[in-house]
């Protein structure tokens, strides 16, 4: 009959159900174990509890023999074998989680180290322990990372707010409870910043699931504030202008920011040095960290050296100030600094790591003689003579970079008086490059 016909279909069609739900069960893979600790970092092939290093997953640094996730340099016969470059973003936090959603056998490993603390690293470490919640929370912990790291910041959508509180959440207790960076009074060794991993790994998960508690809010609303008060500032249409061809952009403001503020500068993400006009002729150039590792989001010059602009802007100080040498001194950190800085100082009174790495509101910014529209044209031209026919490439760029370091060296005091933007090679020759 038809009733019994259609019972059979049914019983058929609940059977055939049945078995592809059991040869799907049956193809799935479990989830890949992951590291359910984390260790102290060592140098050799060996880690704590006798671990080795076949054992372990480093993040965010690297390391003679063991497996690693992350962003930093590589000697290319050795740790670049250890990293799958497919798996590469722009921080290390990018390539941990690219590795989670892969599913990728590196993360195979009994533990998780790192040979420094800070917000890249701690994100690095928390999501390889915590990999389903984690993943939860994939677009605001990969954009912590890249504000923490970076110090690129934008607030175009309201998850990006919750990133910025987790930062500045970091970045409070941190000093509250610890040592700022760069900031320990000795050498800790190869292990620096386990005493941080312990504490935020015990409490962050709490934090991340809510952030805007009192008891959380009370420790990061004073510097988050002054970040989004400053972002607003910078971001303003007449406070900023960019040198695509130059990696270059120009932010002009009153008075000091936060990094995250300055960095922040609306197309800030795709430049890799910014000069900053403060009221006061007051000035600094530095180049960002994404020119120090492995960004894959898009292509970087080489880094410039300045310590040749660092020389032209002290000949012209000179020249300004009588023929009479100023007690301030241009001078530059060297290209293989995580962020080179160019600034005046007080003759004998370099600034230290620690206030290096500090936020530009936070240490003394001395006048120029210089008139701003002259230090841009300088900065400017500086670099178009240096980066000529150079070509920015993805990942780290090394090759052409003595080449463009031979060409950074521009005396532009004689090419600005002559109104010209780009110097000539009579400019170059007087600093008698190599």
């Avoid at 003579?385 to 090759?399: I, N, Q, T």
Wanted: glycine share 6%.
């Amino acid at each position: 009959s038809s009733t019994g016909m259609g019972v059979l279909l049914c019983v058929m069609l609940l059977l055939l159900l049945a078995a592809l739900a059991a040869v799907a069960g049956g193809l799935a893979q479990p989830r890949l174990a992951t590291p359910e600790r984390f260790i102290p970092y060592s140098t050799t092939d060996t880690f704590e509890g006798g671990l080795r290093a076949k054992d372990v997953l480093v993040v965010d640094c690297t390391h003679p023999t063991a497996q690693q996730l992350t962003h930093h340099l590589k000697a290319p016969s050795t740790q670049r074998k250890l990293v799958p470059s497919h798996l590469l973003g722009d921080s290390s936090t990018d390539a941990v989680f690219n590795a989670l959603n892969a599913g990728h056998r590196i993360l195979n490993k009994k533990a998780v180290t790192c040979d420094h603390f800070d917000v890249d690293s701690f994100v690095s470490v928390w999501a390889v322990l915590n990999p389903d919640k984690a993943l939860e929370h994939e677009a605001v912990l990969r954009e912590v990372a890249r504000i923490g790291d970076f110090r690129e910041l934008r607030l175009d959508h309201p998850w990006q707010h919750d990133a910025l509180a987790l930062c500045c959440w970091l970045n409070s207790e941190e000093k509250r409870l610890f040592y700022r960076p760069f900031a320990a009074p000795i050498s800790r060794g190869e292990g620096e910043g386990e005493d941080k991993f312990e504490h935020f790994l015990q409490h962050f998960q709490d934090v991340l699931e809510d952030t805007h508690k009192d008891e959380y809010r009370k420790r990061y609303i004073s510097e988050y504030t002054t970040v989004v008060s400053g972002y607003e500032l910078s971001n303003d249409a007449s406070a900023f202008s960019h040198h695509p061809a130059l990696g270059l952009v120009v932010v002009r403001v009153p008075e000091p920011l936060h990094y995250y503020s300055l960095f922040g500068v609306e197309g800030g993400r795709w430049r890799d040095a910014v000069l900053a006009l403060y009221s006061g002729n007051r000035y600094e150039l530095e180049l960002k960290y994404t020119g120090y590792v492995e960004i894959r989001s898009r292509a970087t010059y080489p880094r410039v050296e300045m310590q040749r602009l660092a020389q032209v802007l002290n000949d012209r100080e000179t020249e300004l100030n009588g023929g009479v040498e100023r007690d301030v001194r241009w001078g530059a950190s060297r290209i293989t600094d995580s962020g080179p800085l160019l600034r005046l100082d007080v003759e004998g009174r370099k600034l230290s790591k620690e206030e290096r790495y500090g936020h530009p509101l936070e240490r003394p910014i001395h006048a120029s003689l210089l008139p701003p529209a002259e230090m841009e044209a300088t900065v400017v031209s500086y670099f178009s003579h240096a980066l000529k026919d150079v070509e920015p490439k993805v990942g780290v760029v090394v090759e052409g970079a003595a080449r463009v370091q031979r060409q950074a060296g521009v005396a532009l005091v004689g090419a600005l008086a002559r109104g010209m933007t780009t110097a000539t090679e009579e400019d170059t020759s007087r600093l008698n490059l190599p």
